[in-house]
Protein backbone atom coordinates (compact mmCIF):
# COMPACT_ATOMS: atom_id res chain seq x y z
CA UNK A 1 0.00 0.00 0.00
CA UNK A 2 1.83 2.83 -1.18
CA UNK A 3 -0.89 5.82 -0.48
CA UNK A 4 -1.63 5.76 3.44
CA UNK A 5 -4.97 7.63 4.35
CA UNK A 6 -6.21 6.89 7.92
CA UNK A 7 -10.08 6.43 8.13
CA UNK A 8 -12.12 6.28 11.19
CA UNK A 9 -13.44 3.32 12.62
CA UNK A 10 -17.04 4.81 13.68
CA UNK A 11 -17.67 6.67 10.30
CA UNK A 12 -15.20 5.87 7.69
CA UNK A 13 -14.62 9.74 7.17
CA UNK A 14 -10.75 10.36 6.70
CA UNK A 15 -8.70 11.40 10.37
CA UNK A 16 -6.05 13.97 10.50
CA UNK A 17 -3.60 14.92 13.23
CA UNK A 18 -4.80 17.23 15.77
CA UNK A 19 -2.17 19.43 16.41
CA UNK A 20 -4.21 20.71 20.30
CA UNK A 21 -4.63 17.61 21.66
CA UNK A 22 -2.07 15.47 19.28
CA UNK A 23 -4.06 13.04 18.58
CA UNK A 24 -5.15 11.48 15.61
CA UNK A 25 -8.85 13.27 15.11
CA UNK A 26 -12.18 12.70 12.77
CA UNK A 27 -13.68 15.88 12.06
CA UNK A 28 -16.98 14.44 11.05
CA UNK A 29 -18.14 12.07 14.41
CA UNK A 30 -15.00 13.51 16.65
CA UNK A 31 -13.39 10.42 17.29
CA UNK A 32 -10.06 10.45 18.26
CA UNK A 33 -7.03 8.16 18.77
CA UNK A 34 -3.72 7.77 20.81
CA UNK A 35 -1.13 7.91 17.91
CA UNK A 36 1.16 5.79 20.26
CA UNK A 37 -0.95 3.04 19.69
CA UNK A 38 -1.99 3.16 16.17
CA UNK A 39 -0.17 0.50 13.91
CA UNK A 40 2.00 2.07 11.31
CA UNK A 41 1.89 1.28 8.26
CA UNK A 42 5.14 2.27 7.09
CA UNK A 43 6.89 -0.27 9.47
CA UNK A 44 5.51 -3.45 6.96
CA UNK A 45 6.33 -1.49 3.78
CA UNK A 46 9.75 -2.32 1.57
CA UNK A 47 8.89 -0.50 -1.37
CA UNK A 48 11.55 1.36 -3.21
CA UNK A 49 10.67 4.95 -4.36
CA UNK A 50 11.73 3.74 -7.91
CA UNK A 51 9.02 1.18 -8.06
CA UNK A 52 6.51 3.92 -8.17
CA UNK A 53 4.62 5.88 -11.11
CA UNK A 54 1.38 6.59 -10.06
CA UNK A 55 -0.81 7.47 -6.77
CA UNK A 56 -4.37 7.10 -6.75
CA UNK A 57 -6.61 8.82 -3.80
CA UNK A 58 -8.17 5.22 -1.89
CA UNK A 59 -10.87 7.89 -1.00
CA UNK A 60 -12.10 8.97 -4.59
CA UNK A 61 -10.13 7.05 -6.78
CA UNK A 62 -8.81 10.39 -8.27
CA UNK A 63 -4.64 10.44 -9.72
CA UNK A 64 -2.48 12.22 -6.98
CA UNK A 65 -0.41 14.80 -8.60
CA UNK A 66 2.99 15.79 -6.34
CA UNK A 67 6.40 16.32 -6.93
CA UNK A 68 9.00 14.04 -6.35
CA UNK A 69 9.89 15.46 -3.10
CA UNK A 70 6.22 15.65 -1.64
CA UNK A 71 6.00 12.75 1.08
CA UNK A 72 2.41 13.93 2.28
CA UNK A 73 -0.38 16.22 0.69
CA UNK A 74 -4.20 16.45 0.14
CA UNK A 75 -6.57 15.11 -2.17
CA UNK A 76 -7.12 17.79 -4.52
CA UNK A 77 -10.35 16.44 -5.57
CA UNK A 78 -12.06 15.26 -2.33
CA UNK A 79 -9.83 16.87 0.24
CA UNK A 80 -8.53 13.55 1.53
CA UNK A 81 -5.14 13.12 3.77
CA UNK A 82 -3.22 11.05 2.17
CA UNK A 83 0.57 10.38 2.89
CA UNK A 84 2.78 8.58 -0.10
CA UNK A 85 4.20 5.61 2.29
CA UNK A 86 7.30 4.65 -0.46
CA UNK A 87 8.61 7.85 -0.06
CA UNK A 88 8.99 7.55 3.94
CA UNK A 89 10.38 4.54 3.76
CA UNK A 90 13.72 2.73 4.07
CA UNK A 91 16.26 5.22 3.41
CA UNK A 92 13.63 8.34 2.98
CA UNK A 93 12.30 6.91 6.24
CA UNK A 94 12.78 9.76 9.33
CA UNK A 95 13.75 8.68 12.46
CA UNK A 96 12.08 11.49 14.45
CA UNK A 97 9.50 14.08 14.34
CA UNK A 98 8.07 17.09 16.26
CA UNK A 99 4.34 17.45 15.44
CA UNK A 100 2.97 20.81 15.08
CA UNK A 101 1.14 22.26 18.54
CA UNK A 102 -0.05 25.61 16.48
CA UNK A 103 -3.57 24.68 14.49
CA UNK A 104 -4.11 26.72 11.73
CA UNK A 105 -6.65 29.20 13.07
CA UNK A 106 -4.05 30.11 15.82
CA UNK A 107 -1.50 30.16 13.09
CA UNK A 108 -3.58 32.99 11.41
CA UNK A 109 -4.29 34.70 14.48
CA UNK A 110 -0.88 35.01 15.38
CA UNK A 111 0.52 36.14 11.97
CA UNK A 112 -2.15 38.46 11.77
CA UNK A 113 -0.48 39.89 14.91
CA UNK A 114 2.45 39.93 14.36
CA UNK A 115 1.58 42.06 10.95
CA UNK A 116 0.44 44.33 13.24
CA UNK A 117 3.39 45.37 15.37
CA UNK A 118 5.65 46.26 12.16
CA UNK A 119 6.46 49.75 13.27
CA UNK A 120 7.78 50.30 9.21
CA UNK A 121 5.46 48.68 7.57
CA UNK A 122 2.53 50.12 5.27
CA UNK A 123 -0.42 50.99 7.09
CA UNK A 124 -2.00 48.59 4.57
CA UNK A 125 -0.14 45.79 5.25
CA UNK A 126 -0.69 45.45 8.71
CA UNK A 127 -4.30 46.03 8.83
CA UNK A 128 -5.28 44.11 5.17
CA UNK A 129 -6.34 40.48 4.85
CA UNK A 130 -4.38 39.29 2.18
CA UNK A 131 -3.52 35.95 3.27
CA UNK A 132 -3.36 33.84 0.12
CA UNK A 133 -2.34 30.52 1.66
CA UNK A 134 -1.09 29.30 4.42
CA UNK A 135 0.20 25.53 4.44
CA UNK A 136 1.31 23.50 7.66
CA UNK A 137 4.81 21.65 5.98
CA UNK A 138 6.81 19.24 7.81
CA UNK A 139 10.50 20.23 6.63
CA UNK A 140 12.93 17.51 7.00
CA UNK A 141 15.98 18.60 8.20
CA UNK A 142 19.07 16.95 9.27
CA UNK A 143 20.57 16.98 13.17
CA UNK A 144 23.79 16.38 13.33
CA UNK A 145 26.09 15.86 16.77
CA UNK A 146 29.77 17.05 15.75
CA UNK A 147 32.69 16.30 17.86
CA UNK A 148 35.66 18.78 17.59
CA UNK A 149 39.45 18.93 18.28
CA UNK A 150 40.50 22.12 18.60
CA UNK A 151 44.05 23.04 18.89
CA UNK A 152 45.35 26.66 18.54
CA UNK A 153 49.14 28.52 19.03
CA UNK A 154 49.77 32.00 18.92
CA UNK A 155 51.43 35.53 20.18
CA UNK A 156 49.50 37.43 23.20
CA UNK A 157 50.77 40.48 24.97
CA UNK A 158 49.73 42.17 28.13
CA UNK A 159 50.17 46.02 27.71
CA UNK A 160 49.77 48.07 31.22
CA UNK A 161 50.59 51.78 31.07
CA UNK A 162 51.37 53.96 34.27
CA UNK A 163 53.30 56.77 35.33
CA UNK A 164 56.43 57.25 36.83
CA UNK A 165 57.15 60.90 38.39
CA UNK A 166 56.66 63.32 35.31
CA UNK A 167 56.55 59.54 32.82
CA UNK A 168 53.66 57.93 31.51
CA UNK A 169 55.38 54.64 31.27
CA UNK A 170 53.96 51.52 29.00
CA UNK A 171 54.72 47.74 30.33
CA UNK A 172 53.95 45.01 27.38
CA UNK A 173 54.87 41.48 28.36
CA UNK A 174 54.54 38.70 25.80
CA UNK A 175 53.68 35.24 26.07
CA UNK A 176 52.97 32.02 23.44
CA UNK A 177 49.68 30.12 24.32
CA UNK A 178 48.43 27.15 23.36
CA UNK A 179 45.22 25.49 23.92
CA UNK A 180 43.82 22.80 23.69
CA UNK A 181 39.81 22.46 23.25
CA UNK A 182 36.80 19.48 22.97
CA UNK A 183 34.18 20.89 21.40
CA UNK A 184 30.93 19.16 20.85
CA UNK A 185 27.51 20.26 19.33
CA UNK A 186 24.20 18.42 19.43
CA UNK A 187 21.29 18.50 17.37
CA UNK A 188 22.87 21.22 14.96
CA UNK A 189 19.87 21.93 12.64
CA UNK A 190 20.03 22.11 8.60
CA UNK A 191 17.07 21.46 6.15
CA UNK A 192 17.88 19.64 3.45
CA UNK A 193 14.79 20.56 1.06
CA UNK A 194 15.42 22.21 -2.22
CA UNK A 195 12.38 24.42 -2.36
CA UNK A 196 12.81 26.02 1.04
CA UNK A 197 14.75 29.30 1.82
CA UNK A 198 17.48 28.31 4.05
CA UNK A 199 17.77 32.31 5.30
CA UNK A 200 14.34 31.68 6.71
CA UNK A 201 14.72 28.27 8.47
CA UNK A 202 17.98 29.08 10.07
CA UNK A 203 16.10 32.06 11.51
CA UNK A 204 12.93 29.99 12.66
CA UNK A 205 15.32 28.05 15.20
CA UNK A 206 15.52 27.32 18.19
CA UNK A 207 12.94 23.99 17.53
CA UNK A 208 12.10 23.22 21.17
CA UNK A 209 14.23 19.25 20.25
CA UNK A 210 12.37 18.16 24.11
CA UNK A 211 9.30 17.58 21.69
CA UNK A 212 10.99 15.40 19.66
CA UNK A 213 9.20 11.90 18.96
CA UNK A 214 9.98 8.54 17.56
CA UNK A 215 8.36 8.98 13.92
CA UNK A 216 5.13 7.70 13.20
CA UNK A 217 3.07 8.53 10.35
CA UNK A 218 -0.45 9.36 11.37
CA UNK A 219 1.50 12.58 12.65
CA UNK A 220 1.79 13.90 9.01
CA UNK A 221 -2.06 13.36 8.31
CA UNK A 222 -3.73 16.86 7.17
CA UNK A 223 -0.68 18.09 6.18
CA UNK A 224 1.95 18.39 3.54
CA UNK A 225 5.57 16.58 4.09
CA UNK A 226 8.73 17.05 2.10
CA UNK A 227 11.10 14.08 1.90
CA UNK A 228 15.10 15.21 2.16
CA UNK A 229 16.90 16.61 -1.16
CA UNK A 230 20.58 16.11 -0.28
CA UNK A 231 21.62 13.70 2.12
CA UNK A 232 23.49 14.45 5.54
CA UNK A 233 27.52 13.94 3.83
CA UNK A 234 26.17 16.46 0.89
CA UNK A 235 25.00 19.16 3.71
CA UNK A 236 27.51 18.14 6.16
CA UNK A 237 29.68 21.56 4.45
CA UNK A 238 26.81 23.40 5.93
CA UNK A 239 26.49 22.11 9.24
CA UNK A 240 30.55 22.81 9.71
CA UNK A 241 29.91 26.35 8.71
CA UNK A 242 26.82 26.95 10.89
CA UNK A 243 29.06 25.96 13.72
CA UNK A 244 32.38 28.13 12.93
CA UNK A 245 31.08 30.89 14.38
CA UNK A 246 30.14 29.13 17.84
CA UNK A 247 34.06 27.54 18.08
CA UNK A 248 35.66 30.86 17.30
CA UNK A 249 33.96 32.49 20.58
CA UNK A 250 34.86 29.33 22.65
CA UNK A 251 38.52 29.90 21.07
CA UNK A 252 38.18 33.55 22.20
CA UNK A 253 37.10 32.32 25.73
CA UNK A 254 39.67 30.26 26.26
CA UNK A 255 42.62 32.94 25.54
CA UNK A 256 40.57 36.08 27.34
CA UNK A 257 42.36 38.44 29.38
CA UNK A 258 45.10 39.47 26.86
CA UNK A 259 44.98 42.94 25.34
CA UNK A 260 46.16 41.10 21.77
CA UNK A 261 46.30 37.74 20.69
CA UNK A 262 47.77 36.81 17.02
CA UNK A 263 47.40 32.76 16.09
CA UNK A 264 49.86 31.45 14.44
CA UNK A 265 47.97 28.05 14.21
CA UNK A 266 44.77 26.55 14.52
CA UNK A 267 43.86 23.27 13.77
CA UNK A 268 40.38 21.77 14.21
CA UNK A 269 39.50 18.27 13.57
CA UNK A 270 35.58 17.61 13.38
CA UNK A 271 34.58 14.15 13.76
CA UNK A 272 30.32 13.62 13.01
CA UNK A 273 29.22 11.25 15.85
CA UNK A 274 25.61 10.96 14.80
CA UNK A 275 23.07 12.21 12.56
CA UNK A 276 19.35 11.90 12.47
CA UNK A 277 16.88 12.70 9.83
CA UNK A 278 13.85 14.76 11.40
CA UNK A 279 10.82 16.52 10.18
CA UNK A 280 10.15 19.99 11.65
CA UNK A 281 6.75 21.63 11.83
CA UNK A 282 6.53 25.43 9.57
CA UNK A 283 3.17 27.04 8.68
CA UNK A 284 4.30 28.64 5.01
CA UNK A 285 2.46 31.92 4.86
CA UNK A 286 1.96 33.39 1.33
CA UNK A 287 0.65 37.38 1.82
CA UNK A 288 -0.45 39.10 -1.21
CA UNK A 289 0.02 42.89 -1.01
CA UNK A 290 0.20 45.76 -3.72
CA UNK A 291 0.34 43.18 -6.09
CA UNK A 292 3.22 41.00 -4.97
CA UNK A 293 3.77 38.25 -2.67
CA UNK A 294 5.58 37.76 0.27
CA UNK A 295 6.55 34.52 1.60
CA UNK A 296 7.06 33.97 5.55
CA UNK A 297 7.49 31.04 7.83
CA UNK A 298 6.54 30.57 11.47
CA UNK A 299 7.79 27.74 13.60
CA UNK A 300 4.95 24.98 14.55
CA UNK A 301 5.74 24.63 17.41
CA UNK A 302 7.05 28.18 19.25
CA UNK A 303 4.60 30.49 16.67
CA UNK A 304 7.79 32.29 16.09
CA UNK A 305 7.47 34.47 12.41
CA UNK A 306 10.20 34.75 10.02
CA UNK A 307 10.11 36.87 6.93
CA UNK A 308 10.50 40.04 5.02
CA UNK A 309 8.10 42.20 4.68
CA UNK A 310 7.11 45.81 2.72
CA UNK A 311 9.12 48.85 4.10
CA UNK A 312 6.88 52.50 3.87
CA UNK A 313 8.93 54.88 2.62
CA UNK A 314 6.86 57.52 4.58
CA UNK A 315 7.69 55.82 7.94
CA UNK A 316 11.25 56.01 7.26
CA UNK A 317 11.56 58.87 6.13
CA UNK A 318 9.30 60.21 9.54
CA UNK A 319 11.86 57.94 11.54
CA UNK A 320 14.64 59.73 10.23
CA UNK A 321 13.35 63.16 10.27
CA UNK A 322 12.20 62.38 14.22
CA UNK A 323 15.64 61.70 14.83
CA UNK A 324 17.06 64.45 13.29
CA UNK A 325 14.72 66.89 15.26
CA UNK A 326 15.81 65.05 18.86
CA UNK A 327 19.32 65.31 18.10
CA UNK A 328 18.94 69.28 16.47
CA UNK A 329 16.72 70.30 19.97
CA UNK A 330 19.43 68.03 22.18
CA UNK A 331 22.55 70.12 20.29
CA UNK A 332 20.65 73.35 20.71
CA UNK A 333 20.35 72.20 24.51
CA UNK A 334 23.88 72.26 25.19
CA UNK A 335 24.40 75.07 23.07
CA UNK A 336 22.20 77.05 25.56
CA UNK A 337 23.97 75.59 28.66
CA UNK A 338 27.44 75.95 27.35
CA UNK A 339 26.07 79.83 26.80
CA UNK A 340 25.58 80.40 30.26
CA UNK A 341 21.57 79.34 29.98
CA UNK A 342 22.21 76.64 32.91
CA UNK A 343 21.28 77.39 36.04
Not at 153 to 161: D, E, I, M, N, P
Not at 266 to 294: A, F, G, M, S
Amino acid sequence: MNVIEYKCPNCGSGMVFDSETGMLSCHSCGRKDNIEQIPDPLSQQGVSPDEVQEYHCTSCGAVIITEAETAATVCSFCGSAVILGDRLSGKMAPGLVIPFSISKDKAVQAFRKWCKNGLLTPSGFMTADRIKGMTGMYVPFWLYELHNKVEVAGHATKVRTYTEGDYLCTETQHFEIYRKLQLNYLRVPIDSSEKMNDTLMDKLEPFPYDQLKSFKSPYLAGYVAEKYSYTDTEMLPRAKNKINGYMESAISSAVSGYSSVAFTNKDIDTKVQNVDYCLLPVWVVHYDYNRLEYTFAMNGQTGKVVGKPPISKAKVAAWFAGISSVSFLLLKSISWMMGGGFL
